[in-house]
Antibody, heavy 121, light 112 residues
Framework: QVTLKESGPGMLQPSKTLSLTCSFSGFSLSTSGMVVSWIRQPSGKSLEWLAA???????YYNPSLKSRLTVSKDTSNTQVFLKITSVDIADTATYYC?????????????WGQGVMVTVSS | DVVMTQTPPSLSVAIGQSVSISCKSSQSLVASDKNTYLNWLLQSPGRSPKRLIYQVSKLDSGVPDRFSGSGSEKDFTLKISRVEAEDLGVYYCLQGTHLPYTFGAGTKLELK
């Protein structure tokens, strides 16, 4: 059974660095082709794809945010991390991680429950 | 970036009615491998998005055959026959042919 779960700070101040963790089970990120993506959704709005990391350690970023994003994974291939630097109010959103079997296809077949992040002073 | 234009923004339906949602892309979604990576997702109230359809018309496991996807190149449609209460929520199209992946603005399906 594939599951993903996001965790994060809940709230942070503008200009700080947001650190998010995606913990997953039911698959291994060391399996050829496997990918984990990060997507976010401001309240009441649509979805925005942010970044992804694949089984081989290759990283993909949304160019609109690339300078502020860093995606990484742990050596056990059971967690993926996302850092967003210099956050501001516009980064307030629910952040999701999702699995993809082959990239690029957008076939995000399993999603986490999401973690809400509020940027506020 | 590929712009995904989804219409209508909302639909008010009665149970048992059929509805269609349109999604048009600013570029062809035919990939170099000849596949078309257009997905449909449903976000039920308070829940995370769930994939319903991938590669235009392939239904995910467990998705009722009341759902169907069609289209090609830049023009795609999701059809729901005989809407049920569990179908209510926001539907999104997602293109995965071009990076960065992009989503439509969503179509909210509500009960009349």
């Amino acid at each position: 059974q594939v599951t993903l779960k996001e965790s994060g700070p809940g709230m942070l101040q503008p200009s700080k660095t947001l650190s998010l963790t995606c913990s997953f089970s039911g698959f291994s990120l060391s399996t050829s082709g496997m990918v984990v993506s990060w997507i976010r959704q401001p309240s009441g709005k649509s979805l925005e794809w942010l970044a992804a990391i694949d089984w081989d350690g290759d990283k993909y970023y949304n160019p609109s945010l690339k300078s502020r994003l860093t995606v990484s994974k742990d050596t056990s291939n059971t967690q993926v991390f996302l850092k967003i630097t210099s956050v501001d109010i516009a980064d307030t959103a629910t952040y999701y991680c999702a699995r993809e079997i082959v990239m690029p296809t957008g076939d995000l077949d399993y999603w986490g429950q999401g973690v809400m992040v509020t940027v506020s002073s | 970036d590929v712009v995904m234009t989804q219409t209508p923004p909302s639909l008010s339906v009665a149970i048992g009615q059929s509805v269609s949602i349109s999604c048009k892309s600013s570029q062809s979604l035919v990939a170099s491998d000849k596949n078309t990576y257009l997905n449909w997702l449903l976000q039920s109230p308070g829940r995370s998005p769930k994939r319903l359809i991938y590669q235009v018309s392939k239904l995910d496991s467990g998705v009722p055959d009341r759902f169907s996807g069609s289209g090609s190149e830049k023009d795609f449609t999701l059809k729901i026959s005989r809407v049920e209460a569990e179908d209510l929520g926001v539907y999104y199209c997602l293109q995965g042919t071009h990076l960065p992946y992009t989503f439509g603005a969503g179509t909210k399906l509500e009960l009349k």
